[in-house]
C-alpha cells in the first residue's frame, strides 16, 4: 500500500513495485580456459593410477581457470578402447563424472589391455571448476 508524505494515510488497495534486474556477467563465475591433452606411457596388461596432477598440471596447455578455482569434477566423454579406466575397480562408462577427491584418493586407474590398431589409446574428458560448475575440454 501507499500514502503521500502530508496526511500518511494508506490506500486500501495493494499496489505494485517491479523491478528490472539485469545480471552483471563480468561478475559471474566463469568455467576454466584451457584444458589441454596429455599422454602416458604404459605396457599392455599394465594398470596405473592416474592422478590429479596428470589431469591438471601435466596437460599441454595445463588445466587453468580465469578465477583461479581448483578442478573439481571430471566428466569422462569417451572411454578407451583397449583398456579400461576402473573408478574404485568399477569400469568407468561415457558420460560419467568423478570427483577429483576419488582421483586424489588414487581411485582412478587405468588398465591396458590390447594393442591399439594404431598405437594410440585415449580417453576424452572435460573439467569442471569448484565454483561454476561448468564443463571445459
Do not use: C, H, W
Request: aromatic residues 8%.
Amino acid at each position: 500500500t501507499v500514502s503521500d508524505t502530508g496526511s500518511l494515510s494508506f490506500t486500501t488497495l495493494p499496489y505494485q513495485v517491479v523491478f528490472d534486474v539485469e545480471y552483471d556477467t563480468s561478475t559471474q563465475n566463469q568455467p576454466p580456459n584451457s584444458v589441454g591433452d596429455g599422454q602416458l606411457d604404459i605396457v599392455v596388461g599394465e594398470e596405473r593410477i592416474i592422478t590429479k596432477s596428470m589431469l591438471t598440471t601435466g596437460l599441454n596447455p595445463p588445466y587453468s581457470d580465469p578465477e583461479g578455482d581448483e578442478a573439481s569434477m571430471l566428466k569422462i566423454l569417451t572411454v578407451p578402447l583397449n583398456g579400461n579406466l576402473r573408478l574404485n575397480g568399477v569400469v568407468v562408462v561415457s558420460g560419467q563424472e568423478i570427483s577429483f577427491t576419488d582421483i586424489e584418493s588414487n581411485l582412478l586407474t587405468y588398465t591396458s589391455e590390447g594393442f591399439p590398431s594404431n598405437e594410440i589409446e585415449k580417453f576424452e574428458f572435460e573439467i569442471s571448476d569448484s565454483v561454476s560448475g561448468q564443463y571445459s575440454g
